[in-house]
């Protein structure tokens, strides 16, 4: 491996997946500004939110789940149009 090319600021960061509410806590460098508090040991870290995790995605899950996220783009379109006019 060449040297010296990996960041050195790795911290613990909670990671949560939106659609089903899993939580899981490794260690990464990606920035964010909100913290949540894991309840495996009741500390509290930053929080990455991600659609999909290995625990809905329909690959690793063996179910076929529709994941909607046009539907809910449409529907933001369609709640905020009514507030501009």
Do not use: C, W
Not at 34 to 52: H, M, N, R, S, W
């Amino acid at each position: 491996m060449k040297a010296e090319i990996h960041p050195k600021n790795y911290r613990p960061v909670v990671f949560k997946d939106m659609s089903n509410g899993t939580t899981f806590l490794s260690r990464s460098t990606a920035n964010t500004n909100e913290t949540i508090i894991f309840e495996a040991d009741g500390q509290e870290y930053p929080v990455i939110k991600l659609e999909i995790s290995n625990t809905s995605h329909p690959f690793y899950t063996g179910k076929n789940v529709l994941v909607d996220t046009a539907g809910r783009i449409d529907k933001f379109k369609k709640r905020y149009e009514k507030k501009a006019k």
